[in-house]
């Protein structure tokens, strides 16, 4: 297992060992103790995933106090352009985001800790996308960010489909309008 540090703090991209031969493949996608050892500390409760298609955008979310989570995730088939934005409060990086394409191709996963929101655009049709969650889910504690904030300067991708959006992803705020999230509220 290879765990590549990204320009923000926390944030990880890993790329788990592969082995395959004539019948296919084997890749272990977790292992508690590996994953603590480099530095993946969180204890996942709650295993989740989304089928989407191309052009769909599915954030950018976090849940709050007390329902704050940490993700680890991975696309099992398809392609998506990850994204996690810094939203914790006094952070160095408050404001930035790490993007990374995740695809059953190149098989790495991203890890983004709790004071992140995260969210993603499907490169590719049929994209099943996997991800494990250190809290469990609450829907009052859901909130957004608005993904094509200005502010932001994520470099979403020019696809030749119409962008697919909730009417919930459609009405985020701005990142000059969000609570930031308090590392304290852990």
Same mark, same amino acid.
């Given at each position: 297992m290879k765990v590549i540090d990204t320009q923000i703090e926390g944030v990880k991209i890993i790329e788990c060992d592969f082995f395959g031969d004539n019948r296919g493949y084997f890749c272990e996608t977790y292992n508690k103790e590996r994953y603590f050892n480099a530095g993946i500390t969180s204890e996942f409760v709650q295993d989740n995933e989304s089928f989407s298609s191309k052009g769909v955008i599915r954030g950018l979310h976090w849940q709050a106090f007390p329902h704050t989570q940490a993700k680890l995730v991975r696309v099992i088939s398809g392609a998506v352009l990850d994204v996690a934005v810094d939203i914790r409060k006094g952070s160095p990086t408050y404001g930035k985001h790490v993007s990374v #394409? +995740?695809?059953?191709?190149?098989? %790495?996963? +991203?890890?983004?800790? %709790? &004071?992140?929101?995260? &969210?993603?655009? #499907?490169l590719e049709d049929n994209t099943l996308f996997s991800y494990k969650c250190d809290n469990l889910y609450c829907k009052e504690s859901e909130r957004g960010l608005k993904f094509d904030d200005p502010e932001l300067q994520i470099k979403w991708p020019d696809l030749d489909v119409e962008i697919i959006l909730s009417e919930k992803d459609k009405n985020h705020p701005a990142l000059k309008d969000i609570k930031p999230w308090r590392p304290e509220s852990l």
């Open positions: #394409v +995740l695809s059953a191709e190149n098989r %790495r996963q +991203l890890f983004i800790p %709790r &004071g992140f929101a995260h &969210g993603f655009i #499907v």
